[in-house]
Each structure stands twice: as structure tokens, then as C-alpha cells.
DNA sequence: CTGTTAGCGCATTCAA
DNA sequence: TTGAATGCGCTAACAG
């Protein structure tokens, strides 16, 4: 374990002094080729590593981005954050990643947490109820992903798109009665948003809405199929791939797969457990992407707070 | 933002020595309770925050492990995670989560990467075709999950455990024509271990083996269900909830729903979607949580490599 | 272009 | 029980 190496070691076995070695480390352009390529020699050969918590703490930057997502096991949030790795880990940074579970009280606590880490920013996923003012700590460094804030930069889905999406999908299929499933609008965004959407695409369309809402859950979709299903129903729509599974469970029950269903989350599964189905995908990977690349900016050069809105695209 | 707050600073704000300040910090029982108390006062009121990575280069620790999933989305590896840092975090540490997406050379990176990081040990989800050898840099401060290592500790599950169960509960049923489907035995643990332990369940009860294997999807698994499947079939074992979301499907097609399917994984979604079905639990959260425990046993007290093996258990 | 000098914030000696 | 002094490994002035 050659661990112990410091970089005067290097400095001696490569007959230079430390700051030469500390320039080529910090890529300074004012240093000879000649030695920068014998102390890389040097540095490769021996095996080397630069301590990142000395580099941290001398220069204010750990090249670590903190991550708070709601719940480590959504398909959503893991797209996402698959997003963010492959773009901070391409410029060299890392990511702690915490689990609020949807509670501002733990969120709080990472965040402090992340903070005395000495983080380079942070990337929060928002969930109903989120209040941004706990990120005043992190001020210009922080990006909030799939909720509205104000004080700081976030990257939102495009609630209405989506809905809309689907609903012009199965215009052009030719189909007039479309129902929707939903969840409370309590949540603004899954719930309120998407609701209202559809509410308007039936108004520009003139269909006569026929909705129920409930909670985020296979059950609660399937429960309420029923209630919006008469017999002229063709299509339903559903907030989210979860709804729309338990939706088409009921629907081969009771012998209605005629009707189409769409979902929201590009879910591989839905459709391959029902074929007449499609789902809408938000673009949760290039949302993570983006977020991490609107932090870059804000570190970079103080940017100012933005709000970007992820599109979303139809998907089978 | 007080985030310019020094050790200094409270100590002047204590009227004390920084290194008294220093060990309130470290629970350092030689300071006098009235002094103690003073200084943790004027820490919460000025809401001073330690700079871990001043911490870390002094102590050497810093109270960070490196976690390592094969896929980020992995819905087994998602709630291992969790265990892991249920535990992590209950101690004050912190986990940077990486993602090896199944490649050596990925994994390899990764960790130079956490060594450089000073991180102070590392967990890896193990992967078909992994070796054990590239955790040698961190010798006695790694734990392996989900396959059999030889130099570094591990936490595997219990792959012949899991189908015996599934076997078990079918025979108690009065089931006597099972059939498998699993993967490719190329993959030891999920692939041969598995499928080893259908056929010796079936030695066991003299039934006759019936299997097939193919690739870890719906599809595969929709595929080879005709193939295992005759006039007296009654149950399907699978090796994984995926597996069995497939053949489920495809039984339902073709109106055999009478054969009960069995999963590993505990997905809810595959008993909310066919009641004619079961899965077993792995055990995933608490194998995580056993190899945080095991990890830390290795940093306090060089502990000796150890195998532990999670039990399984069933689950509707 | 390069070596020398000073700290960064903290934990740990060593005295007192 | 405490304060003063000494680096940890590194970067950023400051001089050559």
C-alpha cells in the first residue's frame, strides 16, 4: 500500500518542488512540458493519489454534489438521478445520494448534513408539500428537480404536456370519450396539474369530462376504474403508469380491452403487460441531465435562477 | 451564512481553547460538564458547522463509505440500498453511491475514484463474472453482496434456500407437477444456484424436473412458458418476480390461471396483478443492513472475513 | 517557468 | 482539566 505517498514525495522522486506538482495536479498551464511530463511520469508510476479531503479543504471545493431524492425506489427518481450521475461523474464530481421519503423534516437534516460535507451544490427532488426555503443554506447552489420553487433554479416536468400528449394521441386515433384517472390535487403537480390538463384538452375538444381522482397506488386506480367506465368509453387516461396498470387489470376483467389506456412514467412494463396501452414518457433521464447541467452553471458563473421545463415525448 | 464559522471562532465565543472546543467535538471525556455544555451552547447558537473535510484529513475518517450497485433501478439492489444506509447514516456516516451498470472495468474505476475519496470502506453489489481481486486496495474495509467472494467479506443471499421455500409451499398445497424457469446457469448465483436447487427439491419429492432457462425479462420468460407447461402442470417456480410476471401473463392468455406461479422478489405488483401467485422474499433490506453492520465490524476491529448468507422467507 | 512560504480547519501531542 | 504548539496534504500567494 504505497497510500502514504504526499505530493512531496512526489516533488523528491521527481526533483521538482511540491508546487510544480501541485500545478501540474491543478492542470496550470505554467509549467515546462518537459516537467509536467516527468513529474506525470513520476505521479502514474508511483502510484499516487492526490488526497481529495486535503484538496477539498484547502481549496472551498469537494467536487461533491449532493442528491436528495424522495424515495430511492422510484422509477421516476432513479431515471433521474441516473441523469445526474452520468453528467457530474463525467466532469469529474460525485454524488451523495440521501432518501428524504417525502418528509421536509429529513430533507432538513440532509441537507445539513450535506452542508457540513461541504457539498459543491445540491439537487433535490421536490415532492408535494416541499417548501423551498430549506434550501436557503445552499442560496445559489442548489437545483430543485419536478416541483416549483421560487428563490431557487429548478427543472420541472411538463405536467400539462404530458396529459395533453395523450389526449391528442387518441384524438387522432379518432376516439371522443376519454375518461381520466388521477390523484389528488392536493398534489399540485401529479395531481392538480395533470387533472387540469386534461380538463382542458376536453374543453378544446369538446368532450364531457369524466374523471375520478384517488391515490397513487395500483388499488386506488383499479377501485376507481368503474366509476369512470359507461358504455361508450373508449379511452382512459391515467396520471402515471401506476394508475393506468391498475386500470387495465380491471378493464381485462370485466372484458374491456377495447378500451386504450395511457400512463405516464415509460414504464417497459405496462405495455408489455397490455398491448393496447401506451405510456408518456417525461424525460426523466434528460431532466436529471439538465438539473446537473444548470448546477454546473450556477457553480461556474453565478447564474441566475432559471426554471426549465423538461418536455416529454409519446412512447408506445 | 455564518458558514465562515472556525473551531477559533467558538472557542473566542466560549472564551476557551480551540482544543477545548476540539474535544467537545470528539467526546472527549477530559473536559470539566460546565465547560462542555458552555461550548455545545455557543455551537448550537452560533449554528456552527465542523468542516468534515478538515476532519477527514486530520483523522484520517471520513465517515463516508462508498457504495457501488450494479444498476441503479434494480428494484432488489434498491432495497438493499435502503438497509444499507439505514445503518450508515444511524452512524453518522455517509454513503456516495456509484454505479457499475454490470462492468468490471466500470467498477474498477469507481473505486479508484472512492479511494481517492478516502473513503473509509466500500460495499459492492457483485455482478456475474465479478472478481473479487479488484476490491484488494481495500483489503479488510470492503463488504460484497450477492456473490461468493473469497478474499473480502460478503453477504449472499440464500439462492437454493429461496426455491426450496417456493418448493416447499407448493408441496403443501398437494402440488406434485412443478415446473422451473430460470436464467442462464452461466450467471452462478441467480442462474445454477437456483435452478441447482429445483432439481434437488425435485429429487427430494421424485418429481420430475421440467425446466427451461433463458434471460432475466418478461419476455424470455413468456417465451419458454409453453415449454414447460403440459396437461398436468401445476405450478410454475421462477427464479425471479420478472420471470414469473412473464409466465403469469402468458398463463392467463392461454387460460390456465389454475397453475400457480412463484417469484422471487416480493414485487408487489406481481401478487396485485395475479392472486393465482406468491413471491419469496430474499431478504434484500436486511442484507444490507447486515453488511453495513459487517463493514463497520471490519473498521472498528479488524474483524476476519466473514460469509454471511441472508435467509429467505416467504411471503404472499 | 519554478521553488519557497503561508496557511486552510481541525485533532493531538505537550506542558502547565 | 485546559491552552499552546505542531503538523495533516495541499493550493496560492510571493519571490526569484
Do not use: W
Not at 449532493?66 to 422509477?75: F, I, K, M, N
Not at 415532492?127 to 416541483?147: E, N, P
Not at 396520471?239 to 405516464?264: F, H, N, P
Amino acid at each position: 500500500m504505497a497510500q502514504k505517498l504526499t505530493i512531496l514525495d512526489i516533488a523528491k522522486l521527481a526533483g521538482v518542488g511540491k508546487s510544480t506538482v501541485s500545478r501540474v495536479l491543478t492542470q496550470d498551464p505554467r509549467v515546462k512540458p518537459a516537467t509536467r511530463e516527468k513529474v506525470e511520469q513520476v505521479i502514474r508510476e508511483s502510484g499516487y493519489v492526490p488526497s481529495k479531503s486535503a484538496q477539498s479543504m484547502r481549496g472551498g471545493t469537494s467536487k461533491v454534489i449532493g442528491v436528495v431524492v424522495s424515495r430511492l425506489d422510484s422509477p421516476s427518481e432513479n431515471k433521474a438521478v441516473r441523469g445526474i450521475l452520468a453528467v457530474i461523474y463525467a466532469a469529474g464530481y460525485d454524488a451523495v445520494i440521501m432518501e428524504s421519503q417525502f418528509s421536509a423534516a429529513k430533507t432538513r437534516e440532509h441537507l445539513a448534513v450535506l452542508e457540513k460535507r461541504n457539498v459543491d451544490g445540491v439537487i433535490v427532488f421536490g415532492f408535494s408539500g416541499f417548501d423551498d426555503t430549506i434550501l436557503d443554506g445552499f442560496a445559489q447552489r442548489a437545483v430543485v428537480i419536478a416541483v416549483d420553487t421560487d428563490s431557487v433554479s429548478s427543472v420541472s416536468y411538463d405536467n400539462k404536456g404530458m396529459i395533453h400528449l395523450a389526449m391528442q394521441q387518441l384524438s387522432e386515433q379518432g376516439l371522443t370519450h376519454i375518461s381520466y384517472i388521477g390523484v389528488d390535487p392536493a398534489d399540485r403537480t401529479t395531481g392538480l396539474f395533470r387533472l387540469d390538463a386534461y380538463l382542458e384538452a376536453c374543453r378544446e375538444r369538446h368532450i364531457e369530462p369524466c374523471y375520478q381522482t384517488g391515490e397513487l397506488s395500483y388499488e386506488s386506480a383499479y377501485k376507481l376504474t368503474d366509476k369512470v367506465l359507461n358504455a361508450q368509453t373508449q379511452a382512459i387516461v391515467c396520471a402515471s403508469d401506476t394508475l393506468a396498470m391498475g386500470v387495465a387489470k380491471r378493464l381485462q376483467e370485466i372484458q374491456r380491452t377495447e378500451v386504450v389506456v395511457s400512463g405516464v412514467g415509460a414504464t417497459d412494463l405496462l405495455s408489455f403487460m397490455f398491448p393496447n396501452t401506451f405510456s408518456i414518457d417525461p424525460g426523466y433521464f434528460e431532466a436529471g441531465q439538465r438539473a446537473a447541467h444548470l448546477l454546473f452553471q450556477h457553480l461556474q458563473q453565478g447564474a441566475p435562477v432559471t426554471h426549465l421545463t423538461q418536455q416529454a415525448c409519446t412512447l408506445l
